[in-house]
T-cell receptor, first 114, second 111 residues
Framework: GAVVSQHPSWVICKSGTSVKIECRSL??????MFWYRQFPKQSLMLMAT?????????EQGVEKDKFLINHASLTLSTLTVTSAHPEDSSFYIC??????????FGPGTRLTVL | AQSVTQLGSHVSVSEGALVLLRCNYS??????LFWYVQYPNQGLQLLLK??????LVKGINGFEAEFKKSETSFHLTKPSAHMSDAAEYFC?????????FGSGTQLTVLP
């Protein structure tokens, strides 16, 4: 199997607070994990690529100081949305690479910032 | 650079009818191609993938896709649609570094 989990599945927070989302590969080791953002009725947009033990690589236009990514182990990556604002409300999905060609996706986290 | 075009943001078929979801790609290197399915408020589930082996790829839930290099296409088909197939389908191309997704096709299955 290739199971990826995310926690929490949904979160509501107040504007200005920070929120941490965890992504875990449950039955395999993932040297690379990815974080995506998906707006309603739209496709997935890659935010950043996370490699275990090194700094994440952010896509153009993604604020690295706002979206902090930590890949502390081969099975865990975290995304922290700092000083969240309503425009950060979205569906965040992580994925983990099991082999050189295939990404397996988590179930997503729905973030709502009030 | 790589890109994916999915023709038809919405496709409706009757239950039992053929499903055809179109995907065309552009890639500067031999591509890896994928189809993923997404149910409401869920992540993406891998349906099938092409990685330069057989050009006709069989996936889960009765889906298959054929890689046609001359047409730069990777269309997804299923002979007989089921109500449970109603979902959003994404085609994606990989250059081994990252995935690039198409805009998605919403499949509706009519009773």
């Amino acid at each position: 199997g290739a199971v990826v989990s995310q926690h929490p599945s949904w979160v509501i927070c107040k504007s200005g607070t920070s929120v941490k989302i965890e992504c875990r590969s449950l039955d395999f080791q993932a040297t690379t994990m990815f974080w995506y953002r998906q707006f309603p009725k739209q496709s997935l947009m890659l935010m950043a690529t996370s490699n275990e033990g090194s700094k994440a690589t952010y896509e153009q236009g993604v604020e690295k100081d706002k979206f902090l990514i930590n890949h502390a182990s081969l099975t865990l990556s975290t995304l922290t949305v700092t000083s969240a604002h309503p425009e950060d409300s979205s569906f965040y999905i992580c994925s983990a690479k099991k082999s050189t060609d295939t990404q397996y996706f988590g179930p997503g986290t729905r973030l709502t910032v009030l | 650079a790589q890109s994916v075009t999915q023709l038809g943001s919405h496709v409706s078929v009757s239950e039992g009818a053929l499903v055809l979801l179109r995907c065309n790609y552009s890639s500067s290197v031999p591509p890896y191609l994928f189809w993923y399915v997404q149910y409401p408020n869920q992540g993406l589930q891998l349906l099938l993938k092409y990685t330069s082996a057989a050009t006709l790829v069989k996936g889960i839930n009765g889906f298959e896709a054929e890689f046609k290099k001359s047409e730069t296409s990777f269309h997804l088909t299923k002979p007989s649609a089921h109500m449970s197939d109603a979902a959003e389908y994404f085609c994606a191309v990989s250059d081994a570094r990252q995935l690039t997704f198409g805009s998605g096709t919403q499949l509706t299955v009519l009773p």
